[in-house]
């Protein structure tokens, strides 16, 4: 089984967000593979021991997210593709049609991403590749089963979840809950440094900077005015919580 | 030419969903000062009848898309009609709830239209001609202003329950217009659905919502939570401490790495408030927090606090607010 993994670069979900220059600041920033790629990543592998096969690691990023298709080589993937966009300017419309023409030229029978990345949550470039290469999508994938040619996944739905049944080739986003993502280990870390990381530009791909102009453009960036600290309400317990209740009913008439 | 702003009218089980209303004064607001007019698109099976609410809440022209495949959401089915519809219509911009569905369909949509869409924005305006919309990223560390200045239409998903709604104007009816549906191909099978039953309201369109932590010690103690939240019509959350210990199940994170919330009241009880956390409820309009630690992070984020123990506090803030509302 052919399996294509989309994986991001995120900035480390601890870390501190600062502007510099008028846009977010990367300096001082540690990063790190989204974690919800590294479900995807994991998924893809735990199908790779079932079936056998291998695994294709692709990214859209500067050179530096060499780092994050490492870890993923490392988890356990066979090969990777890192295709730098060349400039910063670019949105989810240029990720999903690098992506898109990267994968068109690889044979896959799944192609399996996080469902959103933890820094601009937008939730929409898996979806965006399986429009391209007219691919079925199931979102938000809590459980994964591939067979026959077929997947089952169970995936979130507005107030639960539901069984899907789909033909492969199939894009499937991960959502939480999928599995516990494995540690790369010190063989695996070794391993990775002679695997295949094919770095490329557009033009490798056949695309030129027009095609994949970003359609959204950034007019500011700021940071949200800290909320300011209320007020402790005094007292045990018992005469705090009437007092909460109070306060919440004739002076914040909320309830 | 393009024209007009349209809004996915999202509906279940023959309800509609109340970002829908949202939209609509959003999207009436952006449409008189372009000199335009808002349109909704309804899609379902049997769901035109709810053609005229939206017409009350603010819809100038209502495009119904009915067919029995239509009945339950499913990805392949509706990005057909609605991307369709969107085409024929070229409207200025198209707006969709950030719901699970509308997120879902969005993407579609906007990539089988080759446009820009901006996800779970929290504000929109005209500023200069431009429709400009205000969404956080880095989970509500930064936010940004973002337009999309050619590419039509413009698409956003906007977050559930931050926008306010117009009081719907009684007998104003909106043009309804049945538009045949091409459902096409759906490659997806739906095999089983598994709803969660509850009386509560869902998570992301609560007024208000008690949310528990680490501090509530074991899954038996979410009973206090769930008193408190019977007297206030709440839905009940929780911390990812809560969810990884197994306590209770991820549809009730509340977080970076679960569900975005902005109700009238959130109650954090026994939560300590790390940034993952406060990324998901941040835009609350009122936080209260309840923490035995003084100097709880949460309290920082708070409108009102109280430090003591939450299984002294919950009972009594429970038998006062039944008291008060009684």
Redesign the interface.
């Known amino acids: 089984m052919k399996i294509v993994a989309l994986v991001k670069q995120t900035f480390d979900s601890e870390a501190k967000v600062v502007l510099g220059g008028g846009k977010i600041s990367r300096q001082g920033i540690s990063l790190i593979m989204n974690p919800y790629d590294e479900y995807a990543v994991e998924e893809a592998l735990k199908l790779k021991e079932k079936h056998g096969g291998e695994v294709t690691v692709v990214t859209v990023g500067p050179d530096e997210a060499t780092e994050a298709v490492r870890q993923a080589l490392a988890m356990g993937a066979d090969q990777s593709i890192l295709v730098n966009p060349g400039t910063e300017d670019i949105d989810e419309y240029t990720t999903a049609t690098i992506l898109a023409k990267a994968v068109s030229g690889l044979e896959y029978d799944l192609i399996i991403g996080g469902f959103r990345a933890i820094d601009d949550g937008s939730a929409q470039v898996a979806g965006r590749v399986a429009e391209i290469l007219n691919l079925p999508v199931v979102n938000m994938v809590t459980k994964l089963e591939v067979d026959g040619g077929k997947a089952v996944a169970t995936s979130d739905i507005e107030g639960g979840s539901a069984v899907m049944e789909v033909p492969l080739p199939v894009v499937i986003t991960a959502q939480k809950g999928l599995n516990e993502p494995r540690y790369p280990s010190m063989k695996g870390i070794m391993q990775a440094k002679k695997k295949p990381l094919k770095k490329i530009g557009l033009g490798d791909l056949g695309l030129d900077a027009s095609q994949v102009a970003a359609k959204v453009k950034v007019l500011n960036y700021s940071l949200p005015p800290a909320r300011a600290a209320g007020k402790i309400i005094p007292g045990e317990p018992a005469e705090a919580a009437a007092a909460l209740a109070k306060a919440l009913r004739e002076e914040a008439k909320i309830i | 030419m393009a024209k007009g702003i349209l809004v996915f009218a999202e509906q ?1 089980d023959g309800k509609i969903k109340k970002v829908t209303y949202e939209l609509l004064s959003a999207g009436k607001k952006i449409a008189s000062q372009l000199g335009e007019e808002v349109s909704a698109v309804l899609v379902g099976k049997g769901v035109s009848s709810l053609a005229g609410i939206l017409g009350e809440y603010g819809a100038d022209k209502v495009y119904v898309i009915e067919n029995d495949a239509l009945e339950n ?1 499913t ?2 089915a509706y ?1 057909n009609v609605v991307a369709d519809l969107v085409k024929q219509n070229e409207p200025t911009a198209f707006l969709l709830g950030c ?3 509308g ?2 369909l ?3 949509v ?3 239209l ?7 924005c929290i504000n929109v305006a005209v500023e200069n001609g431009q429709i ?1 919309f205000t969404r ?16 039509r239409p413009v698409m956003a998903t906007i977050r559930p329950n931050v926008l306010p709604v117009d009081e719907p104007q009684a007998g104003k009816s909106a043009e309804v217009i049945n538009v045949p549906a091409n459902v096409g191909s759906i ?10 039953v509850s009386a509560r309201p ?1 998570l992301t369109e609560a007024d ?1 919502i008690v949310s528990g932590g680490r501090g509530m010690k074991g899954p038996e103690n979410y009973k206090l939570l769930e008193d408190l939240a019977d007297v ?1 019509g709440a839905a009940v959350g929780a911390s990812r401490a809560a969810v990884d210990a197994g306590w209770v199940p ?2 009730m994170q509340v977080g ?3 569900k975005t919330v902005s109700p ?2 959130y109650i954090a009880a026994g939560i300590s408030g790390a ?2 956390h406060l990324a998901g409820m ?1 835009s609350s ?4 927090a309840v923490n035995k630690d003084t100097e709880a992070n949460i ?11 939450l299984f ?3 009972p ?2 429970t038998q ?2 039944k ?3 009684a």
């Open positions: 279940r959401y990805i392949d990005t719901s699970i569905t997120r879902d969005a993407a579609q906007a990539q089988r080759g446009t820009g869409l901006l996800t779970d400009v956080p990223i880095y989970a509500g560390k930064a936010v940004i202003t973002a337009t999309i200045p050619e590419a490659r997806i099978t739906v095999k089983d659905v598994i709803r969660q869902e208000v206030l991820l549809s970076q790495t679960g009238n009241l940034i993952q941040s309009k009122v936080i209260v309290f920082k984020s708070s409108d009102y606090g109280v430090v003591g123990d002294e506090v919950l009594v803030l006062e607010i008291k008060l509302k």
